[in-house]
């Protein structure tokens, strides 16, 4: 019911963005979130967003280089990425929970998933 796509190789500076199709899902009714996954690593939050869309939560890392939003007329969320750095290299999940409030940061919270989509940033 989730599907991620837009991940790639560039190089470091570059950008991506990444999109994520819903469907079966009222999606004003889901937060919604980016993880990822590096190898022998745990998988990790990187930025959620309410059901409305008006609230948004980073980890550090990334703050002022990703952009998260949705558009729930679309049944889509997105995931824009700038000034991208080798250590962002990961396989990046969306993820939707069922309720319109609250960002949780960790994996058990959610309840549906995408398929993952690679992105490699090069040195």
């Known amino acids: 019911q989730l599907q991620a796509f837009g991940g790639g190789l560039v190089q470091a500076g570059g950008s991506l963005r990444l999109s994520c199709a819903a469907s079966?899902?009222?999606?004003?009714?889901?937060?919604m979130a980016w993880f990822r996954q590096a190898p022998g690593k745990e998988r990790e939050f990187v930025a959620g967003i309410s059901g409305s869309g008006l609230v948004t939560n980073y980890v550090d890392s990334v703050k002022g280089r990703f952009t998260i939003s949705r558009d729930n007329a679309k049944n889509t969320m997105y995931l824009e990425m700038n000034s991208l750095k080798p250590e962002d290299t990961a396989v990046y999940y969306c993820a939707a929970k069922y309720t319109a409030y609250g960002i949780a940061r960790y994996v058990r919270a959610y309840d549906y998933w995408g398929q993952g989509t690679q992105v490699t940033v090069s040195s």
């Open positions: 079966g899902l009222t999606v004003s009714n889901y937060v």
